[in-house]
């Protein structure tokens, strides 16, 4: 998956943006398992209550509250992973004259932000991750932000270690902190 960082420039500084989003595989297959569902239960749950609000009586709306709310609740599940998988993207914002970083998941209709002081960053972390099962071994790779002991903010993931590599040895050159490698055995 190919991420590119870009420089924007600003009256105060220079400002790095990172970009990212799931791949487009990730998203085709994700959509295709779960939308057929969400889509199956939110059409008789929209049929449903269509034929309700035309036809049904009050003791026959009181009646059937259970039975749509389990139809518009088994309709959000399919639909909001579906949802977040095709548009959901988001970004880091490094802006080094006001000292912050801001990392940003757009959700399309919302978006959640998270500002961090610059000064709080203490490196870059590579992040290996094997998970072994009895059909094989899958490794993948995170590069993220470290901020104070416990905090993380993703800039990069991948399958392909030489990317991951790459990404991070930039990224850290252009924030000026130094990387760091973990591996992690799932």
Not at 85 to 99: E, H, I, P, R
Not at 141 to 160: P, S
Request: neutral net charge; aromatic residues 14%; hydrophobic residues 45%.
């Amino acid at each position: 998956m190919q991420q590119s960082t870009y420089h924007h420039e600003t009256q105060s500084g220079t400002r790095l943006v990172f970009p990212w989003h799931l791949p487009l595989s990730a998203r085709l297959v994700t959509g295709g398992l779960l939308l057929p569902f969400a889509l199956f239960f939110g059409y008789y749950a929209f049929s449903g209550l269509v034929e309700y609000i035309r036809y049904a009586t009050w003791q026959e709306w009181i009646s059937s509250i259970p039975g749509f709310i389990l139809m518009l609740a088994l309709t959000l599940v399919f639909a909001v992973p579906a949802w977040f998988s095709f548009l959901g993207k988001g970004w880091v914002t490094v802006d080094k004259a006001q000292g912050t970083i801001e990392a940003v998941r757009d959700w399309a209709i919302y978006k959640q932000r998270r500002q961090y002081a610059l000064a709080d960053a203490h490196c870059v972390m590579l992040t290996e991750e094997i998970k072994s099962n009895e059909r094989g071994t899958r490794v993948s790779y995170t590069v993220q932000i470290m901020i104070g002991k416990n905090t993380a903010v993703l800039l990069y993931f991948t399958d392909n270690e030489t990317e991951a590599e790459t990404f991070a040895a930039s990224a850290a050159n252009s924030l000026a902190l130094p990387v760091q490698t973990q591996r992690q055995q799932l």
